[in-house]
């Protein structure tokens, strides 16, 4: 079967599984990290005006925030409330890069964990699974989200999964929190990773959804873990 990128980018949505085939085939991993990158990036820097002062207004209540000056505060909500387009641009291309890094990161401990299980595949088959994943659970769930936040003027009260139940709570919830792991576009992806490492490590699917979800939940949990100690 042909694979062009077009077409990975669509069956990557409607029909998973020949997508993974071909990613196992021919990675093309670089490809889906630039496209995470854009469209985060692109969400980032149409949101900034949103998302800028609610994580100023995050920040204020834990206790790193609350030794921030408040003159200082004041000057950082004034450039976010109507950032230059420099300040749009910066910001989308940390958020992007950010990501990407991040990405590489997880590539490594879930080809360390495939590994331990007794997998076989290499490092390139499994960062194109995890990228090509991520197209999916935060390229197009950041597209997605886009319009909402807008509509909303808010990101802290849009959730698409059981966290919209407790939205109410506020950000620093943990119980908002702990729901937000489970957005459905991150278990798309999670999904999508259980189909990918499966026929890259060439594990039966029970087995390849005990490593992906107990790796991911693993993840999830230590960070989870982390954000609340700064709290």
Same mark, same amino acid.
């Given at each position: 079967m042909s694979d062009t990128i077009g077409k990975r980018f669509l069956? &990557?949505?409607?029909?998973?599984?020949?997508?993974?085939?071909?990613?196992?085939?021919?990675?093309?991993? !670089? &490809?889906?990290? $630039?496209? !995470?990158?854009v469209m985060l990036g692109l969400y980032s820097a149409a949101t900034l005006q949103i998302t800028g002062p609610e994580q100023l207004d995050v920040m204020r209540e834990t206790r790193f925030g609350q030794m921030i000056p408040e003159e200082d505060l004041a000057e950082m909500y004034a450039k976010y409330e109507a950032p230059t387009v420099g300040a749009r641009v910066l910001q989308g291309a940390q958020s992007g890069i950010g990501a990407a890094l991040m990405l590489f990161v997880m590539v490594l401990i879930y080809q360390l964990f495939c590994k331990l299980a007794g997998g076989q595949g290499n490092l390139r088959q499994t960062a194109g699974v995890v990228y090509w994943s991520s197209v999916v659970s935060l390229g197009l769930g950041s597209l997605i989200k886009w319009p909402l936040v807008l509509a909303k003027g808010s990101s802290m009260g849009v959730a698409i999964g059981p966290a919209i139940f407790v939205v109410d709570r506020g950000p620093t919830d943990a119980l908002y929190q702990l729901l937000s792991i489970f957005d459905l576009f991150t278990v798309w992806g999670v999904l999508l990773m259980v189909i990918g490492l499966g026929l890259v490590h060439e594990f039966v699917r029970n087995k390849a959804t005990t490593v992906v979800v107990t790796t991911w939940l693993f $993840?999830? /949990? !230590? $960070? =989870?873990? &982390?954000?609340? /100690? =700064? /709290?």
């Open positions: 069956t &990557i949505v409607t029909n998973p599984a020949a997508a993974m085939a071909e990613v196992k085939e021919n990675p093309r991993w !670089v &490809i889906a990290a $630039l496209a !995470v990158a $993840l999830s /949990l !230590v $960070l =989870f873990g &982390i954000g609340r /100690l =700064f /709290l």
